[in-house]
């Protein structure tokens, strides 16, 4: 290959990713005093990952809510798995970083009065609203204005590392092909999660890229097995999302096969505004019994529901209307709705400064374990705020910028391998194959051991013979060669620490019906050593913080719920479904 | 169907589309200057491109451009 290496040096703080997270840590970074910050994403900075496209939504702890009971409210959604410090300065930080937000520009639907206009979403708190894709518009103009240097579409293939220590990053450029080595005093990895490349408009490129990189330094990753968000639920059949908060908040109901509001029975309170892992566990016993597919109904929706939903879904609404569902301003048909590849996440682990446990690295947004970091807008601003306020002081004390020993020429040729193998497995027959593995629902979304152990020797097998015949044709191909290795990795991560929790917490486990808070106040930690994996368990230090649950093993409350409605019952410690007997 | 054409009468060759396009779907073609579809596969029917582009040159249907292996 006779592309051109670029060296990009004195960096203080590299920012890897182009969504909220990233630039929120690039915008921080910059007015904590970092002199060069550079900001790199595969696409282009705001129109890439989740933010972009994220549903007119943003969940914000306001001054005059309860705090300690919205910490009582995230930590319980992520079955008291998460770490409550860092939750708790998410709260505290959303307020002011929704109007960090406002002043750098962001559109957000106020009142006449000029306070925020706050409405019913999912959830018991009512939430924010803006105009889709202008806040990242916004927040990439902010970027550059105060200086940050933004590299589009360069694909980052790795780290660089020195003595353990992260000292940047490399990768190529897809239009040139040119191979940039960045060297940093510190780094931020925003970079995302992942949905398989499933059902999910607008989030295919979300390929778990930060969780390879991170895993090949040797960095400490968690939470494989279990997040606040199992998966998200869109349209099936065609591209549109997402936009489910908006839908169910203006008034969208559930319906199954046989026409019944299904979610009035498991959820009589919330009902289609209950959280994620209820509505996705729901739909998946509703499936078990044959009462799938399910659709969402939203044709009652009137002027003004539909009037808000153009405002804060102007794309999801026009994908609608090209397929003709919406018509005339109102929605013409039900839409068939399932979930969409399984989000939980092997992130890196992080503490309160968002520092993992690799020196001069960082994370920030859905990079980082869901222990820390819950799903959604806010938490990844904050996060990122964070993060980057964190780099940028970890850069101001650190002097030298590392000089290359070979580690550079050897990145160079592991990034460019598959441009040489003209002949090998296309990219796209590989995640075929990974997709028709973790998608299905009864694998990572309704658990069973036999039917995971046999996912996930599917997954080794594509590791092991697919991923070294891999090819590409060209630079295009290239990067999704790069991302497949990375997709490939999650899965196995997030199977071999599904199989390990033997439990049900937040999602469903056929084998393991009960929530086991005397054993599995733990979370599941994975790091690479040499050419090994090791895997271990740290106890959650559950008595320092302010939420608890009582430690004893009982019935999970997504189990109990159909046991009450006569659905399922449970003998010898297992699910036995009714309609099976 | 993703992105089913760009309108080569109306493009200007302003770029727009191959910026804002998440999954490097859109290339611009040097000898003529105009977008071009080139990784159509990879369309994921986001509409950026679309509602982006100033002459109005790019029509996407939101319809899978693959068949998707869904949950079931």
Redesign the interface.
Known sequence: MDYETHEVRDIDVLVIGGGIAATFAAIKAKEAGARRVVQVDKGTVGKTGNSCFAAGVVHVCFPEDDLDDRLLRLTRAQGFLAQQDLIRDHLQESYPILEDMRRYGVRFVMNSDGTYRRMAGRGAYPIVMFYSTQLMDALRQKAQAIGVEQVNRLYVTGLLTRNGEAVGAVGFHQHTGDFYVFKARATVLATGSTYYKGIHPGHKDCTADGFGMAYRIGATLCGGEQNDQPANAMPARVDVGPGMNKWMGEGGVFLNTKGERFMERYSPKLKERSGLPQIIAFFCIEARMGRAPIYMDARHLGPENMERLYQMLPLPQREFESIGVVKDGKFQKQVEFCPTGPTTRPGVVVDRNYASRIARLFAAGEACSPSAVVTGLAAAATSGARAGISAARCAGQSNGIFEDSGLVAELRDQAYKPLAKSGGFEPDHVLLELQETVIPYDILLLRESSRMERALKRVETIRDQDLPMLGAYDLHYLRLCHEIRNLVLTAELQLKAAIQRKETRNILREDYPYTDNVNWLKWIMVRKEGDKQKWWTEDIPIETYPVAPKREVELAYLWRVPRDLGIVSIQDGRVQWEFEK | M?IRKVDIKLCIGCNVCV??????VIRLDPVSNKAYI??L??C?????C??ECPEDAIE??????RR?????
């Open positions: 993703g910026d804002v396009c998440p999954l490097d080139k990784y596969r990879d994921q029917s986001c509409f950026l679309e509602v996407v249907v939101a319809v899978h451009e998707m292996v869904t949950a079931w």
